[in-house]
């Protein structure tokens, strides 16, 4: 089971603290995220910009809420993972989504640097291992 360090949790919560109250943040992410490939934009084409932007501000929320140890957010997770799952959403189009939101914070945090960066990251794999725990198996598997 995955855990964050004390540090690490204390930048990702200041970093999305300060990002999430900048005008345009949630937008931005959209543009970076979309403009990744013509298969997002399909997939994206003609969807309610004002659901999607409310969706990822309690995605975040969400992973705030994880990698804080709340109870009872695992086993969300974990459902949302079966429900990407069947959607049939890809280890890449988590990888896009990552990239889409790092660059994103790198845009809107004025204090972001490779710390900060490093707590998102450490942040987002630990949301991905609930998410995904039979990947985590595998890939411990693998380096036996």
């Known amino acids: ?12 919560q200041q970093s999305l603290r300060r990002v999430s109250q900048k005008e345009g943040f949630y ?6 995220f979309i403009a990744q490939s013509d298969e997002m934009a399909k997939i994206f084409h003609n969807r309610n910009m004002a659901q999607l932007i409310h969706k990822l501000k309690e995605t975040l929320q969400m992973v705030d809420d994880v990698v804080a140890g709340k109870p009872g957010v695992v086993l969300y997770m974990e459902m949302l993972g079966r429900i990407h ?3 049939k959403v890809e280890r890449r189009h988590l990888d896009m989504w990552t ?7 790198k845009s809107y945090d004025d204090e972001y640097d490779s710390q900060v960066h490093a707590a998102w990251i450490e942040a987002i794999e630990m949301v991905t291992s609930f998410m995904y725990p039979q990947e985590e198996q595998v890939n411990l598997a693998a380096m036996q």
Do not use: P
């Open 99 to 105: 990239d889409a939101l790092m660059s994103t914070v």
């Open 1 to 12: 089971m995955s855990t964050i360090s004390q540090d690490n949790l204390k930048r990702f």
């Open 85 to 87: 799952t069947r959607l």
């Open 27 to 32: 937008e931005s992410f959209y543009e970076y």
